[in-house]
């Protein structure tokens, strides 16, 4: 059973650079995607982007211009950073592994951590 | 169009049946996955792929798709699935998509 375990400030100052890390424990990292993932409150699900365990990432182009996704395989760890952060910015976020079909051509993730608030306020 | 499209709300008796629809053009390349969302909980995956159950989901559970819509019926809904549910979809840019979500009410 893989456990995620998101880690980081729930308050950050407008303008200032949203930083959390993801904790992944009872697995590895290898051969899989993981994704940010983030839920304002009272609303829906939105997808950040994705790391590979070897470096590529892909995210929202909403978000590209302001957007970080990096892994740490030696600690089993990956990290988002969210620069300019302002009050539409305030969520639950949520890491997730994502799999990838690779015969069917699709995505899903499996296993997610139990999120946390950031907050975004002076 | 990178969107997938669900309605916002449905209603269901108990023991009836209820289909929660999806729609995108991305639906027509790949398949939707389906999650469901408690209060205060994170999502969990109730479908993927044509029509995937992971371990623990109950069998009333099922996934379709035709053209550009995705759809998770509930067979014999049950109280504990009211819940919001999301579909989510790869795109072409390899980026997901997910739906708005729909809250599922259990009469």
């Known amino acids: 059973q893989v456990h995620l375990q998101e880690s980081g400030p729930g308050l950050v100052k407008p303008s200032e650079t949203l930083s959390l890390t993801c904790t992944v424990s009872s697995g590895s990292l290898s051969y899989y995607y993981w994704s940010w993932i983030r839920q304002p409150p009272g609303k829906g699900l939105e997808w950040i982007g994705y790391i590979y365990y070897s470096g590529s990432t892909n995210y929202i182009p909403s978000l590209r211009s302001r957007v970080t996704i990096a892994v740490d395989t030696s600690k089993n760890q990956f990290s988002l950073r969210l620069s300019s952060v302002t009050a539409a910015d305030t969520a639950v976020y949520y890491c997730?592994?994502?799999?990838?079909?690779?015969?069917?051509?699709?995505?899903?993730?499996?296993?997610w951590g139990q999120g946390t608030l950031v907050t975004v306020s002076p | 169009s990178s969107e997938l499209t669900q309605d916002p709300v449905v209603a269901v008796a108990l023991g009836q049946t209820i289909r929660i629809t999806c729609q995108g053009d991305?639906?027509?390349?790949?398949?939707a996955t389906w999650y469901q969302q408690k209060p205060g909980q994170a999502p969990l995956l109730v479908i993927y792929?044509?029509?995937v159950r992971p371990s623990g989901i109950p069998d009333r559970f099922s996934g379709s798709r035709s053209g550009n819509t995705a759809s998770l019926t509930i067979t014999g809904t049950q109280a504990d699935d009211e819940a919001d549910y999301y579909c989510t979809s790869r795109d072409s840019r390899d980026t997901v998509l997910f739906g708005g979500g729909t809250r599922l009410t259990v009469l």
């Open positions: 792929g044509k029509s």
């Open positions: 991305s639906l027509r390349s790949y398949y």
């Open positions: 997730a592994r994502l799999v990838e079909v690779v015969y069917e051509s699709h995505f899903y993730h499996d296993y």
